[in-house]
């Protein structure tokens, strides 16, 4: 069968990649085409677009790049029409995949969203295009099965957490091995988890930097980000003590002592480690506005949100400071508090369902394909 799968950024790609895998286990004949990244592309299939060419992030950005959006948008219909697939798989990515699902679903394309657009947080009226417009939605987080069948009475199906998967078939590294290949020194390595877009890296990297000179016992090491150049991080690397990695982030985070990460995916990926970790966030200033008016949640970072209370400290916008990066830091590296911390860690991952989230999905499609 054919499957058309768009991804558009570094999170989805990871968990596009573990879909695909599951899903030639599941269809040894599959033809995929799709939008994402190098994780997936190493897979199989044909790459259409990499999400760099994606990379717009906040409302004012979106605005900015309306054209651009209109013209991919566009493309990609004309794409799928000549590919003409038994299924589609969208992957989180909502302005840009709910128009395409919309599409799509005229087409009498068999529609799958797999992770769910975050409408619990905003845009909760999107409800009503999701019913419309997807056949099947595949969630990954706990409390989003209820707030879809019982708010909104729209069946889903709880797979699990791909992370877990990512993180458990992952091929373990040796500490001292990982620090030789990547010229580290002895000290306790403290990761600092900037996000994947130049927008976002740009805004936080030089906050997290700026503790840097209260902390001579550890080394910071940055996780460069797939979709980013080298060339792009050197103007931050002039800082003693910090180094940089580049597309190593699950590595280092198995080596690390702590982290500064920004919000997202890369909250959860920390935690699961079992990295204690202070989440830190700045946007620009008129996409913050808008958005600290219209998301009504009590937290930004995954770990909280799922465990629904405070369990690592988020440093905001204008809260996000050297000082407090600093105060909180000592905090995380405190023993005690680390001991409390992983143990909320350890009561997260058991919400999370375990491992097989991917193979769960993908067995789901070719079922439903099937019965079509």
């Known amino acids: 069968m054919k499957y058309y799968i768009i991804a558009g950024e570094a999170s989805g790609d990871l968990h596009g990649s573990n879909l695909m895998k599951a899903l030639y286990k599941e269809d040894p004949k599959a033809e995929i085409r799709f939008w994402g990244g190098d994780l997936m592309k190493s897979v199989g299939g044909t790459l259409v677009k990499h999400y760099r060419e994606l990379d717009f992030m906040g409302f004012l950005e979106v605005v900015l790049n309306l054209k651009n959006i209109l013209k991919n948008i566009e493309f990609c219909k004309k794409d799928i029409e000549d590919f003409n697939p038994d299924a589609m798989i969208f992957i989180d990515y909502p302005g840009f995949n709910m128009r395409i699902a919309k599409w799509a679903k005229q087409k009498q394309i068999i529609t799958n969203y797999y992770i769910s657009p975050k409408i619990w947080a905003w845009k909760e009226n999107r409800i009503n295009a999701i019913k419309r417009d997807f056949d099947n939605m595949y969630v990954i987080l706990p409390f989003e099965k209820e707030f879809y069948e019982v708010k909104h009475n729209f069946p889903v199906t709880f797979v699990g957490h791909p992370l877990i998967d990512a993180i458990h078939d992952r091929k373990p590294i040796e500490d001292a091995v990982f620090r030789k290949e990547n010229h ?100 620009s200033w008129a996409s913050y506005q808008i958005a600290k008016r219209i998301v009504t949640l009590k937290y930004i970072s995954l770990v909280n949100l799922i465990m629904d209370k405070e369990v690592v400290t988020e440093l905001l916008q204008e809260n996000c400071t050297t000082k407090t990066v600093k105060e909180e830091l000592l905090k995380i590296l405190d023993n005690n508090y680390r001991a409390n911390l992983i143990a909320q860690y350890d009561a997260l991952e058991l919400l999370l369902g375990g491992v097989g989230a991917s193979s769960n999905t993908a067995k789901l499609i070719v079922d439903n394909i099937s019965k079509k």
Do not use: W
């Open 184 to 283: 580290l020194d002895e000290k306790p390595i403290i990761a600092l988890l900037p996000g994947s877009r130049k927008q976002e890296i740009t805004k936080i990297l030089d906050v997290m930097l700026s503790v840097v000179s209260d902390f001579p016992d550890y080394q910071f090491v940055i996780a460069g980000a797939p979709s980013q150049e080298y060339a792009f991080y050197e103007t931050f690397l002039k800082t003693e003590n910090v180094r940089f990695v580049a597309n190593k982030t699950y590595d280092l985070l198995s080596v690390s002592h702590a982290a500064l990460v920004t919000s997202g995916t890369a909250t959860l990926e920390a935690a699961l480690f079992k990295v204690p970790e202070v989440v830190c966030y700045k946007g």
